[in-house]
């Protein structure tokens, strides 16, 4: 019988790939590893405020250099049992002075942004000599937020985060110790005031909005930048009756780009359901948001019955979205901005920010064919 070389060929390296399957050491599956982080620490204020808050804390391991966590007592009526309310919380975090571990320390501060518990951090010397003070933390939002500081440490034994009432508006702390290390910028492109002063841990953008945007539109290689609007903007979720769920931002235009994006941040976003946009009442899509690692602590669990947990993330998170140039026009256009009836919160923006591409001499492009 004639068997094709072809065939037997094929048969004897088919053969060969099975024994090597067969003699090949078996996968090793991947190990899951933990993180170490022993110069980093989380607190929780809601433990602190339970009866047994100083045991709960107690248990948790800390960094070394950090020496105890306590709320302090009230000085007013209701520490002497008389029911007269709180009228601020203090809570202590003491140290230890390790040079070279905790010379400068990133406080995160993860709080509810009410407009009458502004949060305000100092740090002090054994002796009562107050040798930090931070600015009040928040811009009264009304929603979940989050503040980064940078404190140096030198002279400082304890730090306390003192808010007006009884505490609840502070929820958690994210401590961690900070190296210095070195940075380049070209001459011509230092960064904007108000930019990052450290790197963030999770990849966010928490600590990279600019406190104030620039007053004039800005010309660069073909690209003109100017700001829509610098003040917050409030949207609200379809169960406020009284709220705003879409924003309308008009601009003129002198002639037709060749790109346009909007960039701005947004607080206590949902990441499942990113803001939906329309250019001259045309929808243009969702919006596209620069997440941080969702080991970050700003991710905030919320919960109704009978619906899955969705998340809301307390901090400013860098949004964009590209129009196209098809969509906009000489003259009047209209940029808008809708929250998603399935967001898990009310949000609020800030800093919306319009980059027009157009021609100019340097311009580089490709002419292809048809």
């Excluded at 390296?13 to 078996?26: M, N, Q, Y």
């Excluded at 047994?52 to 007013?76: C, F, H, N, Y």
């Excluded at 905790?102 to 407009?115: P, S």
């Excluded at 930019?195 to 945007?213: H, I, K, N, Y």
Aim: hydrophobic share 40%; charged share 20%; net charge negative.
């Amino acid at each position: 019988m004639f068997i094709d070389p072809r065939f037997r060929r094929l048969a004897a390296t088919l053969l060969l790939s099975l024994l090597s399957l067969v003699a090949a050491p078996p996968l090793r599956a991947q190990s899951l590893e933990i993180t170490p982080t022993p110069f980093t620490t989380l607190i929780d204020f809601s433990q602190l405020r339970h009866p047994a808050g100083k045991m709960l804390e107690a248990a948790q391991s800390r960094p070394i250099w950090l020496e105890s966590v306590q709320m302090v007592d009230d000085p007013t009526d209701l520490a002497q049992g008389k029911g007269t309310a709180r009228t601020e919380t203090v809570f202590r975090i003491r140290l230890r002075s390790m040079p070279g571990l905790n010379d400068t320390l990133l406080l995160r501060l993860f709080f509810q942004d009410k407009a009458e518990a502004h949060p305000v951090v100092t740090g002090w010397s054994e002796t009562g000599d107050k040798r930090y003070t931070s600015p009040r933390l928040g811009a009264g939002l009304e929603l979940l937020a989050s503040e980064s500081l940078v404190i140096p440490t030198a002279g400082i034994d304890y730090l306390e985060i003192t808010t007006p009432g009884d505490g609840s508006a502070l929820r958690q702390a994210f401590l961690a110790s900070l190296r210095r290390g070195e940075t380049q910028n070209a001459f011509d492109f230092v960064p904007r005031p108000g930019a990052a002063r450290f790197t963030d841990p999770f990849e966010g953008s928490a600590a990279d909005l600019p406190a104030l945007p620039a007053e004039n539109d800005t010309f660069l290689f073909g690209r003109t930048r100017a700001i829509l609007e610098a003040e917050p903007v409030r949207l609200a979720t379809e169960s406020d009756p009284e709220g705003i769920q879409t924003v309308h931002f008009e601009f003129n235009l002198e002639s037709e780009p060749l790109l346009a994006m909007v960039t701005f941040y947004v607080l206590a976003a949902d990441p499942t359901a990113p803001l939906l946009a329309w250019a001259n009442d045309e929808p243009v899509g969702a919006v596209a948001m620069q997440l941080p690692d969702l080991a970050d602590p700003g991710y905030s669990g919320v919960s109704r019955p009978l619906e899955r947990m969705r998340f809301q993330y307390a901090g400013w998170i860098r949004c964009q979205k590209v129009i196209p140039a098809k969509t906009l026009r000489a003259g009047k256009n209209t940029f808008s901005l809708q929250l998603p009836g399935e967001a898990a919160s009310s949000v609020v923006l800030r800093k919306i920010e319009l980059q027009l591409k157009n021609h100019w001499q340097k311009l580089d492009y490709t002419l292809l064919p048809f």
